[in-house]
């Protein structure tokens, strides 16, 4: 059985840095294309970015271009999602997602597997 970890949220200021982790055990992780995901109060759940099982390729959304980073360690069995320049809007709960089919989606019902979140709170 699949499980995703995910690690590195918690109480931030506006402008800090911060890496999110998610361990993922229990599969081929290093066939598995891997996405992040998050969910604000009262929002959908939104997509953030993904990245291939090679490490590759990778793809963001509009909103995080530029100050989103997605990273993997595949001899961890890890990923990775760096943020700097934190924005208030961007308190949410984030998730880490797997795909065994490396579609590389921006879409919450292409991923199989998904970790139970890490909250992420911006002050000012």
């Known amino acids: 059985q699949v499980q995703l970890v995910e690690s590195g949220g918690g109480l931030v200021q506006a402008g800090d840095y911060l890496r999110l982790s998610c361990a993922v055990s229990?599969?081929?992780?290093?066939?598995?294309?891997m996405g992040w995901f998050r969910q604000a109060p009262g929002k959908e759940r939104e997509f953030v970015a993904a990245?291939?099982?090679?490490?590759?390729?990778?793809v963001y959304a509009d909103s995080a271009k530029g100050r989103f980073t997605i990273s993997r360690d595949n001899r961890k069995n890890t990923i990775y999602l760096h943020v700097r320049s934190l924005k208030l809007e961007d308190t949410a709960v984030y998730y880490c997602?797997?795909?065994?089919?490396?579609?590389?989606?921006?879409?919450?019902?292409?991923?199989?597997?998904w970790g139970q979140g890490t909250q992420v709170t911006v002050s000012s």
């Open positions: 229990g599969s081929t992780f290093s066939s598995y294309a």
């Open positions: 997602a797997a795909d065994p089919t490396d579609r590389r989606s921006d879409v919450v019902t292409e991923y199989d597997y």
């Open positions: 990245i291939s099982w090679s490490g590759g390729f990778t």
